[in-house]
């Protein structure tokens, strides 16, 4: 079994940890921005299929890795647009003018 | 600077971002400071993607670039959708995210490199697997949700059965290609099996569970992250998969507890099956029904209202007019609150969202656990839309498919009103009491006009 391979289940291990720990706070208020905000945040797979198709090794896996950076992008910037309007909506009844 | 300096940096940069990552959620756990937690998400992403930029093994921008800014403008209208349509735009970018999961598996597959060993090739074979699946099934979710493809259950005779066996096939070849790594022209019939599976899991699963297949969706699209940082050794993606995989998990858990299912239940037991029996033995039974005029004058003498909103009440575009019945009412000297159950609209948190697009605040939106206890002082309980989720049935018959689910006790409020269009059983098919009840008013008719004409009674809508 590669030392990779135990270094990198230490990290999934911990922030599993660190993820489960953190979302149980949030407010069930803010569980459909929840879902946006992970979504973008997911969307850092951006970076590997940035190396992937800037490498331009063959076609196949440049084409593969331009498609992959096309789709996490519009996750990331979607899913950060998303989130700010859903978040800009909320307002407490003190906040509100009357 | 050397080569092995500028690794460092970037390393440094993913840590700064993962960082980031983590304060981002944390910010999340309270309106008043969630806005922050977009911004930090933002720079944690927007460090990780330049310092990528500068990667020496990034050789060419062409096919790097243009990607980047097709992603922009796909990314920023799909960003700009109308709060209704909010759970299909995230099953859509639950699929983009696995598709890119999928395809960067592949392409690792194929590049030359260096020689896939047998460790590596399950990683790979997993992860694909697993994007690809996500890919189609988030398709499917997103289909039903946008009302293109039918949202009742389609189901047939020894479903599972086939389902389980594509399943089994995937895994059968990629574990064949651990085997020997060398038969490479399975790889591409094992992505495509898995693609079917996808559709074939989504498929039989009826739009009332789409919360639950949502987050389930969510956290499968998480985890091929995350097992895709295990295929190229990066951390930060490592970190990012499993907060998404957990947050995902963690919101299944939630929403199969608000509907008292199982995951088993839900992904292999269609929802729509048990309803037809239980509708059958019904006696004709009186009901009571009452005029905007009526109505208006119960709210005006109420104390305490509250406002129990379901999906029927986006689906009629209500919300701005409840709005406009919360303000009157308020003016009044009546204190209205909304109880929110954690099923309400398509996805976890959906009526929150809904409610605060129309100006409702949100220290009004109470959740089922807080203002249950709530109810027995409770004058008038208004239901626009909802109807499983005040079902009694739940509560006390046994026979009842909603049996256990724990719902919102409406049926101890003073007055129930509920807006229905008719005595059609709602989505689910399922007959509720609460509608038989002598304390129970029924007020007929579009969910949006009828809350017009109450607050035309109430002298003012604005």
């Known amino acids: 079994m590669p030392a990779d391979f135990i270094s990198n289940l230490y990290v999934f291990i911990l922030a599993g940890f660190v993820?489960?720990?953190?979302?149980?706070?949030?407010?069930?208020?803010?569980?459909?921005?929840?879902?946006?905000?992970?979504?973008?945040?997911?969307?850092?797979?951006?970076?590997?299929?940035?190396?992937?198709?800037?490498?331009?090794?063959?076609?196949?896996?440049?084409?593969?890795?331009?498609?992959?950076?096309a789709a996490s992008f519009s996750n990331m910037v979607g899913g950060f647009v998303i989130t700010d309007r859903m978040l800009r909506m909320f307002k407490s009844g003190g906040s509100k003018k009357s | 600077m050397t080569a092995l300096a500028l690794q460092q940096y970037l390393d440094f940069a993913y840590i700064a971002a993962v960082v980031l990552f983590i304060l981002s959620l944390r910010f999340l756990s309270s309106p008043t400071t969630a806005r922050w937690g977009v911004l930090a998400g933002e720079i944690g992403a927007a460090l990780a993607v330049v310092a990528t930029l500068f990667n020496p093994e990034v050789a060419q921008y062409k096919w790097v670039l243009i990607p980047l800014i097709i992603g922009a403008g796909v990314g920023i209208p799909l960003g700009m959708v109308h709060m209704t349509a909010v759970p299909q735009r995230t099953a859509l970018s639950h699929a983009f995210g696995a598709l890119s999961a999928a395809m960067i598996g592949i392409a690792e597959f194929y590049v030359g490199t260096a020689p896939v060993t047998r460790f590596q090739m399950g990683e790979i074979g997993l992860e694909v697997i697993i994007g690809s699946l996500t890919f189609t099934g988030s398709l499917i979710a997103a289909g039903k949700l946008q009302e293109i493809l039918p949202q009742r259950?389609?189901?047939?005779?020894?479903?599972?059965?086939?389902?389980?066996?594509?399943?089994?096939?995937?895994?059968?070849?990629?574990?064949?290609?651990?085997?020997?790594?060398?038969?490479?022209?399975?790889?591409?019939i094992m992505v495509v099996v898995a693609l079917i599976f996808g559709v074939l899991l989504v498929t039989p699963i009826g739009g009332a569970d789409m919360p639950t297949v949502i987050s389930l969706l969510n956290s499968y699209a998480g985890f091929s992250a995350a097992l895709l940082g295990f295929v190229l050794n990066s951390k930060v993606l490592v970190v990012a998969g499993a907060l998404d995989g957990s947050s995902g998990f963690i919101l299944s858990l939630i929403m199969c507890k608000a509907m008292n299912r199982s995951f088993t239940n839900v992904m292999f037991g269609a929802f729509g099956q048990v309803q037809t029996s239980a509708v059958a033995a019904k006696e004709e039974r009186v009901v009571r029904s009452a005029s905007p005029e009526e109505a208006a004058a119960i709210l005006l003498a109420a104390n305490k209202v509250v406002i129990v909103p379901g999906y029927g009440m986006a689906v009629a575009q209500a919300q701005h007019k409840v709005r406009?019945?919360?303000?009157?009412?308020?003016?009044?000297?009546?204190?209205?609150?909304?109880?929110?159950?954690?099923?309400?609209?398509?996805?976890?948190?959906?009526?929150?969202?809904?409610?605060?697009?129309?100006?409702?605040?949100?220290?009004?939106?109470?959740?089922?656990?807080?203002?249950?206890?709530?109810?027995?002082?409770?004058?008038?309980?208004?239901?626009?839309?909802?109807?499983?989720?005040?079902?009694?049935?739940?509560?006390?018959?046994?026979?009842?498919?909603?049996?256990?689910?724990?719902?919102?006790?409406?049926?101890?409020?003073?007055?129930?009103?509920?807006?229905?269009?008719?005595?059609?059983?709602?989505?689910?098919?399922?007959?509720?009491?609460?509608?038989?009840?002598?304390?129970?008013?029924?007020?007929?008719?579009?969910?949006?006009?009828?809350?017009?004409?109450?607050?035309?009674?109430?002298?003012?809508?604005?």
């Open chain 2, 153 to 188: 259950p389609i189901v047939y005779r020894g479903q599972n059965i086939v389902s389980l066996s594509v399943l089994a096939a995937a895994l059968g070849l990629a574990v064949a290609l651990v085997v020997n790594p060398a038969h490479a022209v399975l790889f591409p």
């Open chain 1, 19 to 69: 993820g489960f720990e953190v979302i149980k706070r949030v407010s069930p208020l803010l569980h459909t921005p929840l879902m946006s905000l992970t979504n973008a945040l997911d969307a850092i797979v951006v970076v590997a299929a940035i190396i992937i198709a800037g490498r331009h090794e063959t076609r196949l896996t440049t084409v593969l890795g331009a498609i992959a950076v």
């Open chain 2, 324 to 462: 406009e019945l919360y303000d009157s009412l308020s003016k009044k000297g009546v204190e209205v609150r909304f109880a929110i159950h954690p099923v309400a609209g398509r996805m976890p948190g959906h009526m929150n969202v809904l409610l605060a697009e129309a100006d409702i605040p949100y220290d009004r939106l109470i959740e089922m656990d807080e203002i249950n206890g709530d109810f027995p002082q409770t004058d008038v309980a208004l239901i626009i839309g909802a109807n499983d989720v005040t079902n009694p049935a739940a509560r006390n018959d046994q026979s009842s498919p909603i049996f256990g689910m724990p719902i919102l006790d409406v049926d101890k409020a003073h007055t129930v009103m509920v807006i229905k269009r008719s005595m059609n059983p709602g989505f689910a098919g399922i007959d509720n009491p609460l509608y038989y009840l002598d304390r129970t008013l029924m007020l007929f008719g579009d969910a949006k006009q009828f809350v017009g004409g109450i607050v035309r009674e109430l002298g003012g809508g604005h």
